[in-house]
Structure formats: C-alpha cells, structure tokens
C-alpha cells in the first residue's frame, strides 16, 4: 500500500458515521473518522499503531468503499459526519486547516463513545491546549470512563488518545 495517499471517506464512510447504518465496530469507526482528507497513511498508520491489525483495518476499508485514496499532495475536504456544525470544518485550526490536538481527541471521544461523550468531550474542552495538558486531561478521562460507562471503552480511550498526542510530540 503506497503510505503517500491522502485518506477521505467515501459516500457510505459518512453514512456509516452519521448513522451507523453498516454497523462497523469501533476499531474500524475510529480509522474512518480519522480519514479525513488531510492525513496520509503514514500518518494514519503511525496514529494508531497501538491499535491492533490497523494496515489491515484501513485495507478493509478501501475494499468496502468506506474510504478512497487520493494521490499525495491533493485535499478534498472532509464530507461533513452529521447534520450539525461539521466536525471537520468547524474544528479546522485557523492557518492550517488541520485538526489541532485536542480537537482530535474530542472527535474520538465522540465517536468512540457516542451518547455518552459529552461529559467526556466537557473535560477535554475545559483542559488547556498543552500536550502535557492533554495528556493528563486524557489519564483523568480514562479513569472516569471506567467508572462510570466501561472499561472496555476505557482501555480504547487511553489507548487511541495516548497515540493521537504521541503523533504530535
């Protein structure tokens, strides 16, 4: 797989996040929200490389139509997951175009955790911008998911947060 092309959700990817209508499990939920038209799969793979079979993951996704790949150096933005302010856009940084840190974490959450993300998303919006910051926020926000919605959801969290900011450090 060239690692050079550009990752964007297809038609059916922003179906499937907007309402579940494939009924991916998370794991493959979490790639395709990160396909968003400005990470190449080098990126992607070295985000995620806690997660387990991710190349294989991504490959699925391509075969099934949920994402598409661009060559290296061509953007298309992010179709917009919801009929709300769009994720992607609204996230964007203000020179970059990019998603910062934190806005990152706060779209995993929503999509790792669904209806239960926003006493989660609170947390990590109040903590500040710092990647130390972010870190602790995501330690605090790992113990509260135990305790109070599932360990399971808890482990993903940690797991997929800590490499999120690791891709930033």
């Known amino acids: 797989m060239d690692t050079t092309l550009i990752l964007v959700k297809t038609s059916k990817g922003v179906e499937e996040i ?11 939920r979490a790639l395709l929200i990160m396909a968003d038209g400005s990470i190449s799969l080098s990126n992607l793979l070295n985000r995620t490389a806690s997660l387990p079979q991710a190349e294989e993951s991504i490959a699925w996704l391509l075969r099934e139509g949920f994402v598409e790949s661009l060559p290296a150096g061509s953007k298309r933005p992010a179709v917009p997951a919801s009929g709300s302010a769009p994720a992607a856009a609204s996230a964007a940084g203000p020179a970059t175009g990019q998603l910062t840190p934190k806005q990152m974490l706060i779209a995993m959450s929503r999509e790792l955790l669904g209806p239960d993300a926003p006493k989660v998303i609170q947390r990590l919006e109040d903590a500040p911008d710092s990647l130390a910051d972010l870190g602790a926020a995501i330690e605090r926000c790992h113990k509260f998911i135990k305790l109070t919605i599932d360990e399971n959801k808890a482990q993903q969290f940690i797991k997929a947060g800590q490499a999120l900011l690791a891709e930033f450090k």
């Open 18 to 28: 907007k309402s579940r209508s494939f009924g991916l499990p998370q794991n493959l």
